[in-house]
């Protein structure tokens, strides 16, 4: 007898066994991604976008109590400024206790996997079958997207997928108080975090007959989205409109504008929607879920879409429709979601194990090259070890430029700027001369009213800069 898939095979587990399925899998998601994260670190293979801004964000908070950074935007500001992320305070505690670059990337991983948890709740609450979930845990943690924005560091999009999940879970459960928390969580997220809040709402409000409550956090959600634009706006560096500016026409940067153009032609939507390399992003987001969460007969799914549309889709920046980068958490979220939902309602659920398969295929086609960097790790020890020495040479008290690559280890400090993109001064220049670049040389540095701290060809220099050179 031939199986089309784990649910044909009258296989009866206990839920104990789906729980230790999940923890494994956590743990393995969160040990494979963190570990590499953290060789990548340790190699001096990180850059500062995006993650020496976020370690020097943190060693700010845990001193300060404030989001401060001065390599962000070359400049001593809060990153409040750039995007509205109080969520970030969550991971403060455990930061302060292990106060180290590596607990982030460590960390990043493990809320992502974590979404696995709620993921099962919601699999029972649709009454599929032990294997099934266990299929579903599989997926969510092989999930292409997850995995890639995990390998360009942290971000607040991270917390997403699982806060994403927890408030589905509330919202089917019609628990009012813990379903009004993780919709706050959701919108300290980030300004556009509260996309997904007002769209599962809306959901909710077709499906559900908890309407005072789902209205409620849809308006609050509206409320919060204005009231933070504002600020931004005002204060800080602005809504990132320019990121839709293939809909915003008359060069206002105004969403009005983006919402007019929309219903005036929907036809430019699905044209700018679906180019050649968004077909590609689809099939990666659609395939590991068997194309599933559009098997319905039910219209108002179809509601959950829209964050996939407008955040991924509708956008001509182009990492926003890239897996490898952090846009995909949220709307993946739903997808999954979508998913299994309508999974409960197939007599016969053939695709499941057809997508875990598609799952696995994705994930190690994309990912199992990284596995290589243990044995980078290994061969780069020589030049790790003189790199480490170099920078070690740097009071942790000076004001430093530094080389993108070389920033996150050095990024514990009050004042510290990438040389790539800075304008201003410091007391220590770092550069990287691993790579062949046109935007700096060493021969800047030598003979040039600079102190020779530290010079290794071909790796890495560390000069001093003269007391009177600018006199």
């Known amino acids: 007898m031939f199986f089309t898939d784990i649910s044909d095979i009258k296989l009866r587990l206990h839920w104990s066994v789906t729980w230790i399925t999940a923890g494994v899998l956590i743990g393995g998601f969160t040990f494979f991604v963190g570990i590499i994260c953290c060789l990548y670190y340790k190699n001096h293979w990180t850059s500062c976008f995006d993650f020496g801004l976020f370690s020097q964000m943190f060693y700010y908070m845990k001193e300060t109590g404030q989001p401060l950074i001065t390599c962000e935007r070359d400049g001593l500001l809060s990153h409040f400024a750039v995007h509205f992320s109080p969520i970030y305070y969550l991971l403060l505690p455990i930061y302060m206790l292990i106060p180290d670059p590596r607990t982030l990337l460590v960390m990043q991983a493990l809320i992502v996997a974590s979404g696995v948890i709620p993921l099962m709740l919601i699999c029972k609450n649709h009454k599929l079958t032990e294997p099934a979930c266990c299929e579903f845990a599989v997926i ?98 602005g809504v990132m409109t320019g990121r839709y500016n293939n809909y915003i026409y008359d060069g206002s940067n105004s969403l009005i504008t983006m919402i007019w153009a929309i219903l005036k032609n929907p036809v430019y939507v699905l044209n700018q929607s679906f180019t050649e390399e968004k077909i590609i992003f ?49 709307s993946g979220a739903l997808l999954i979601y979508l998913a299994v939902v309508n999974c409960s309602e197939m007599k016969y659920p053939k695709l499941l194990l057809c997508s875990v398969c598609c799952s696995v295929v994705i994930f190690f086609g994309l990912y199992y090259h990284r596995s290589d960097y243990f044995k980078s790790y290994d061969e780069a020890t020589e030049q790790r070890e003189i790199i480490d020495e170099a920078l070690s ?42 790579y062949q670049t046109e935007e700096y040389s060493e021969w800047d540095y030598i003979g040039n009213g600079f102190e020779i701290v530290y010079y290794e060809e071909g790796v890495v220099g560390v000069f001093k800069i003269s007391v009177n050179i600018y006199s």
Not at 150 to 169: D, G, K, Q, R, S
Request: with cysteine; aromatic share 20%; glycine share 4%.
């Open 140 to 237: 969510y943690t092989l999930y292409p997207c997850f995995a890639g924005g995990c390998f360009t560091y942290i971000h607040e999009n991270n917390f997403l997928a699982p806060l994403v999940l927890w408030f589905m879970y509330f919202c089917e459960k019609g628990k009012t108080i813990p379903k009004i928390i993780f919709a706050i969580l959701l919108l300290l997220v980030k300004e556009d975090a509260a996309v997904y809040v007002a769209v599962i709402s809306i959901y909710f409000l077709f499906t559900d007959k908890n309407y005072k409550s789902n209205l409620l956090i849809l308006i609050f959600s509206i409320i919060y989205f204005l009231t933070v634009t504002h600020f931004l706006a005002k204060y800080g560096d």
């Open 393 to 434: 040479l740097i009071p942790d008290n000076a004001s430093v430029i530094s080389s993108t690559f070389f920033l996150p280890n050095l990024s514990q400090r009050d004042e510290i700027y990438e040389l790539e993109r800075t304008k201003q001064t410091a007391e220590y220049y770092v550069l990287d001369l691993r």
């Open 282 to 330: 689809i099939l990666q987001m659609l395939l590991p879920l068997g194309f599933m969460p559009f098997i319905t007969k039910n219209p108002k799914r179809f509601i959950l879409i829209i964050p996939f549309l407008l955040i991924n889709l509708m956008t001509n920046y182009q990492w926003q429709y890239n897996i490898g980068f952090q846009y995909g958490f949220g």
